[in-house]
Nanobody, 115 residues
Framework: QGQLVESGGGLVEPGGSLRLSCQAS????????MGWYRQAPGKQRELVAL???????SYAESVKGRFTISRDKTRTSVYLQMDRLEPGDTATYYC?????????WGQGTRVTVSS
């Protein structure tokens, strides 16, 4: 019943920038929040940023001041502007939509920060 599609990942040098995008299909309704998680190889998935509908944005301490989450509720999209990227940011990034009937996850987009 609907899906999330992420894009914008890639290979970037340390100190560089990327902008991730996530679009929810029409089959996803009642979205209460949208956010970004990431999972590095051999590690568990962690919250990066969350943007509740009508609520306050939040960020992981490791990305605070470098990443910015934004949301276009009319188009059911969420974005993650990633600046001053570090090697520790290397991971697969997943979009999540929180709905009254459960969480919906995107397929993930890879981000690699390396010189």
């Amino acid at each position: 019943q609907g899906q999330l599609v992420e894009s914008g990942g890639g290979l970037v040098e340390p100190g560089g920038s990327l902008r991730l995008s996530c679009q929810a299909s029409r089959g996803i309704s009642g979205i209460r929040a949208m956010g970004w998680y990431r999972q590095a190889p051999g590690k568990q998935r962690e919250l990066v940023a969350l943007f509740p509908t009508g609520g306050e944005k939040s960020y992981a301490e490791s990305v605070k001041g470098r990443f910015t989450i934004s949301r276009d509720k009319t188009r059911t999209s969420v974005y993650l502007q990633m600046d001053r990227l570090e090697p520790g940011d290397t991971a697969t990034y997943y979009c999540k939509a929180v709905t009254p009937w459960g969480d919906v996850w995107g397929q993930g987009t890879r981000v690699t920060v390396s010189s």
